[in-house]
């Protein structure tokens, strides 16, 4: 049985949603497939800066850019002296996997174990995928070690070859996403409702993430004030339980929120909008459900995300705000300016579930 090796990291939940998204097609096409997390699993260092990559994103999110300037000047992940520093392990984590493909769905994991592969001669092949769907991107996602890129979108592609990778090296597959992320029916919608105790009225979402980062009380706030009366708001707060604690104090009927929720597909289906930063999976998924969706972008518009920001007026499947203003302004519109975009989400992307890929990759080593 062919054994698909995907590399992910908890920099960012997306990378994982993506994997667990591939993980599950592969499974299905018959290939044995595992996700590990080398720079969570290697060393202290590389723990620690996962992990202060991760309280930046929640506590001080306006600082995304700089370190998005500073990690793409310093280039870590290309650095001889650190691929010196953990070759050995690199070695034995090969090893212990043996995998038959190799699959990196993370910026930082495209240098140091491909390149240990081809100094070996192992003939592993080693394949990207993309989760930044428009430039610009990490320059971490670029290396020669890399024998093909995927990509879900036709300008992921020129970005990827105005970096100096050849056009050919790179292939166009739609965003996988998990299963769970479909369309609701009426039926599921009035169930999940009636187990929150919501009435009819529209429903908005604000999706914090897994660590609800950002101004996510200020968002909030915004948009009780501005939304209809009836309307229901649902927050979830990821593991940002202060955030939570102080929603929650204000004591607004209409209001629910939640922490880390594992059956997030059934919250962004049953809603009428999905308020998140501009995430790509968090995004993907929503589209995939067909619910529009509104892009924050107050504080902190990372680097990487500020294409997909873009996208949502040019491709009109959704609604993007820079400031609190703004953001109110898109509320107001009221439940059929938001249905009017459902119309244009099949134009931009059709659900998958990472067939594609998984069948681009395994008939010529299956």
Known sequence: MTKLLILSSDTGEGHNSAAAAIENAAGTAGLSVKIRKPLEESTRVNRSLANFYNTLLTHRPQWMGWYF??????????????????????????????????????????????????????????????????????????????????????????????????????????MPVRPGFVPATMTEIE????????????????????????PILEIYETIRRSAAASSNILVVCGRNHRLQWRIERLQDRKTRTFGFVEDIYRYVAASDLVVTKPGALSAYEALACGVPVLFTGMRALMPQESGLFRAAAHYDFGFAANTLQELGAVIRKGLGEWNRKREAIPQFYQASNGKELVERIQPVHV
Request: charged share 25%; glycine share 10%; hydrophobic share 35%.
């Open 69 to 174: 300037r500073l990690i793409d000047g310093a280039r870590p992940n290309e650095r001889h002296f650190f691929y010196s520093k953990v070759r050995r392990y690199v070695g034995r984590f090969i090893e212990s996997e043996s995998p038959d493909i190799l699959l990196s769905v993370h910026p930082m994991l495209n240098h140091f174990i491909q390149r240990y592969i081809s100094e070996e001669r192992l003939g592993i092949p080693c394949y990207t995928f993309l989760t930044d769907p428009f430039p610009p991107f990490w320059r971490g996602w670029t290396s020669p070690y890399v024998d093909r890129y995927f990509v879900p979108t036709d300008e992921a592609l020129q970005g990827l070859t105005a970096s100096g990778v050849p056009a050919w090296r790179i292939e166009r597959v739609p």
């Open 191 to 214: 169930e999940f409702r009636s187990a929150l105790k919501l009435d009819g009225a529209s429903t908005i979402l604000i999706n914090g993430g897994a660590r609800g980062g950002g």
